[in-house]
């Protein structure tokens, strides 16, 4: 499986852009970066994903490096409601299944 | 479109009790997960399944864990005999097939504490 790494936590400036940042220096041609958060006493809510380009939604914007092996999620301008934990995850294939394997994430504190 | 469902939300049981999670996924979606989630940590996967084959049951303990869905719609999840670090958030999510880039949609989970 491609592993993914992020930092465990990281503080943030309500109003201010986020960035979070994600390594994933084995990842795949054809694997997907894909972004959930997770609310405290919620199930994981998807963000965004990408493959090569960059990609942006309503809710954040995914930058994805030349070489693949890294990527930021971008919350613009980020509101209280943005605190939450932050999952980078490569989707990889077993067995023509499109698996999700989550690491720890990172806990992203917006401050008033 | 109406989620995933997941009942119950909370569930408290005593060591070597038996314990059945229930989910019903978005309709259409063929793909389910099963995770369990221990406090602090990231989801782990649990079992998944297309329609109602299992794909995937690697980290599945088998000799407590077993998990069936029916007429691949709704699933259940069964722990039986709970153990004390079974205690974790039970989260089931679905996935429309077919495509490489469609998301996966989570339920809220059920709780289960195990004294």
């Given at each position: ?11 943030c400036?309500e ?63 980020a509101?209280l409601?943005d605190t ?26 917006i401050?008033? | ?115």
């Amino acid at each position: 499986d491609a592993k993914t790494t992020q930092p465990p936590s990281m503080d943030c400036a309500e109003g201010r852009a986020a960035n979070l940042p994600c390594n994933h220096s084995t990842i795949s041609g054809n694997e997907y970066v894909y972004w959930y958060r997770q609310i405290h006493s919620q199930g994981p809510q998807y963000i965004i994903h990408g493959l090569k380009n960059n990609e942006t939604n309503e809710m954040a914007s995914l930058i994805i490096t030349e070489d693949r092996k890294s990527s930021t999620l971008i919350l613009p301008h980020a509101t209280l409601r943005d605190t939450a934990v932050y999952y980078c995850i490569v989707r990889v294939a077993i067995q023509g299944a499109q698996k999700l394997v989550f690491g720890q994430g990172t806990r992203l504190t917006i401050n008033p | 479109e109406a989620g995933v469902a997941q009942s119950p939300r909370y569930k408290i049981i005593e060591k070597r009790q038996s314990v059945a999670f229930w989910c019903n996924p978005i309709s259409g979606h063929a793909t389910l997960y099963w995770y369990q989630q221990i406090l602090g940590q990231g989801p782990k996967l649990l079992i998944q399944f297309q329609n109602n084959g299992v794909v995937d049951d690697s980290q599945l303990p088998k000799d407590r864990f077993s998990a069936e869905r029916l007429k691949g719609v709704d699933s259940t999840l069964k722990i039986q005999p709970a153990k004390l670090e079974d205690s974790a958030v039970y989260l089931c999510a679905s996935r429309k097939p077919g495509r490489m880039n469609t998301e996966a949609f989570f339920g809220q989970g059920t709780r289960l504490t195990v004294v």
